[in-house]
T-cell receptor, first 110, second 121 residues
Framework: SQQGEEDPQALSIQEGENATMNCSYK?????LQWYRQNSGRGLVHLIL?????REKHSGRLRVTLDTSKKSSSLLITASRAADTASYFC??????????FGKGTMLLVSP | AAGVIQSPRHLIKEKRETATLKCYPI?????VYWYQQGPGQDPQFLIS???????DKGSIPDRFSAQQFSDYHSELNMSSLELGDSALYFC????????????????????FGEGSRLTVL
């Protein structure tokens, strides 16, 4: 598998706090993406970062990519109860299709 | 805006039966992907189609087959169902501007449907 583990597997925080999730992968990549999934629902794309980028922002989301460590992090600032979901990173390399990591389950309590 | 449509949303089958899932991609999207997600698991790539031809293949069992039709909708056929096939099956679509070959590589984000939940009893 191209993907390693995401950590933490589960994260529980209070509203207003920041949430940081990490993702590791094994091979070279073209792009790394983060997706969100509410329980039993489809995955929703959050943000894409290319292998030549180191940081990207979108609203309350901040993604970093360290290709030397083959890792990425997703930071959600000022979290809300509505951010409760599972978050997956996914990578592609060469001409491969997107491969997903194990995911982090985030619980934001009011 | 139109999204990826999957049907049926829920399906209950007995062991050894067959099942067919359908996927209607976003209009003008040229690539369709099928993923399987077991309980508490990450989505596992099964198979993809670019312009109606198979473009990439993942961990799809030999009991499963899929195709993309002239109207770009796709169907996943599953035969000899096993208990372990119980899962959420997602279809996703994407668009690859300027892609002249069938490479299967994603050019950007995938748009997912809401999934079809298959339960095998």
């Amino acid at each position: 598998s191209q993907q390693g583990e995401e950590d933490p597997q589960a994260l529980s925080i209070q509203e207003g706090e920041n949430a940081t999730m990490n993702c590791s992968y094994k091979t070279s990549i073209n792009n790394l993406q983060w997706y969100r999934q509410n329980s039993g629902r489809g995955l929703v794309h959050l943000i894409l970062i290319r292998s030549n980028e180191r940081e990207k922002h979108s609203g309350r989301l901040r993604v970093t990519l360290d290709t030397s460590k083959k890792s990425s992090s997703l930071l959600i600032t000022a979290s809300r109860a509505a951010d409760t979901a599972s978050y997956f990173c996914a990578t592609d390399y060469g001409y491969s299709t997107l491969t997903f990591g194990k995911g982090t389950m985030l619980l934001v309590s009011p | 805006a139109a999204g990826v449509i999957q049907s049926p949303r829920h399906l209950i089958k007995e062991k050894r039966e067959t099942a067919t899932l359908k996927c209607y991609p976003i209009p003008r999207h040229d690539t369709v992907y099928w993923y399987q997600q077991g309980p508490g698991q990450d989505p596992q790539f099964l198979i993809s189609f670019y312009e109606k031809m198979q473009s990439d293949k993942g961990s799809i069992p030999d009991r499963f087959s899929a195709q993309q039709f002239s109207d770009y909708h796709s169907e996943l056929n599953m035969s000899s169902l096993e208990l372990g096939d119980s899962a959420l099956y997602f279809c996703a679509s994407s668009f690859h501007p300027g892609q002249g070959e069938i490479t299967g590589g994603p050019a950007g984000e995938l748009f997912f449907g809401e999934g079809s939940r298959l339960t095998v009893l």
